[in-house]
């Protein structure tokens, strides 16, 4: 009787509880009226009375109800919709903090906590840091927009090239990091080739009809159980050092005994000019 009752209109229930006030106040004024007085020329006033009471009480009062009710609905639409909001809100700022906004990669404080909670489960992995070469002479010789076009380039050529499994997040400037997670020291190794070779054969126009040729530097160093995390880190950093220093566009493994020095400020400025694509058309 609820469920019906609930689901028919407010001015639906309001007739319905109106209509049986009524009928039940007549019977128990009527009842009432002949146990007292019998039946003399006042019963039916007495019972006309009884039953425009009740109708002249519930109407009112259902059409108030009705009215509360309306604006408690949309209340609780606006409330639905605010939350709805809420979390659209909440889920584009814990993207905004999870997600690099330019590459689309994940963020760093994002990476390295992938990284912390993924490597525990693993038994061989990988961490490998991919530094661009010259990064600073694209944003001076082209433009800083030119060098934010290299870098979202980088990361789709991440995206395409590494495995589903696979974790890469910008970590700085023109710095990502890539955790291989079931993945030996020269299989990292194989894997840092494969992306510096796509990287480097990537077809980069920083403006039309002209090309530049984009490289990177690769440290490489497989991850011993429950190495600490700076200890990883500036392994992974001599090995990208070295590549540095050894001519960079070369992936380097890091290998115990190799020298840790700080890496330079700035690259070494090395002239190179852009190619200018000749045009067959006239």
Known sequence: MNTRMSSLSPVRQTAIISAIAALLSVAFTGTV??????????FWSAINMSFLIPWAITIPLGLYMSKQRFKLVQLTNRLKETQIKLRQANKALEQRVNIDGMTGLLSRDSFFS????????????VLMIVDVDHFKKINDNFGHLVGDKALVLLGDIFRKTL??????????????????PDTSASEG????????????????????KM???????????????????????????TALFTAKRCGRNQVVLFEPGMS???RPVHDRVQDFKPILVQSNFR
């Open 33 to 42: 009226y002949l146990l007292f007085f019998g039946m003399d020329e006042r």
């Open 211 to 237: 090309r530049h040729v984009i490289t990177v530097s690769i440290g490489v160093t497989d991850i011993a159980p429950h190495q600490d995390r700076a200890a990883l880190m500036g392994n992974a950093d």
């Open 189 to 208: 190794q194989i894997i840092g080739e494969i992306i510096r070779h796509e990287i480097e054969n990537t077809i980069f126009e920083p403006h039309h």
């Open 260 to 262: 840790a020095k700080p």
């Open 163 to 180: 495995r589903k499994n696979d974790v890469v997040g910008r970590i700085g400037g023109e710095e990502f990091g890539i955790f291989l």
């Open 114 to 125: 992938q990284l912390d909670a993924l490597r525990a489960d693993s038994e061989a992995s």
